[in-house]
């Protein structure tokens, strides 16, 4: 089961599902994701690194939609925003990091 995608897609799940997907834990996919930005002189292209997920503990992946995700916001119904709704794929602020 993709916790990402089973929480997505059920809205109504009980206080237990959501307590049994958190003691499994996030999910952390390596995920095909990459951008190219143009520079002055050259583009550079970046590359999704799954390190990521070693610095910011709250972050998750979901390979089907193939976007990131706030695991805490998912499990535990926080608030709505790019994070637990699309999924984010770039550079992006999230309450949890401040």
Known sequence: MNSVDFLLTNKDITYEIRTEIKRLGRSIPDLIISKTDVGKSRNYSRNFNSSVYDRFKWLCGCP??????CFICLVMGGNQSAWTQ?????????????
Do not use: P
Not at 64 to 69: A, G, Q, T, V
């Open 64 to 69: 089907i939609r193939n976007k990131l995700f």
């Open 86 to 98: 699309e999924g984010c794929v770039g550079k992006g602020r999230h309450k949890a990091t401040a």
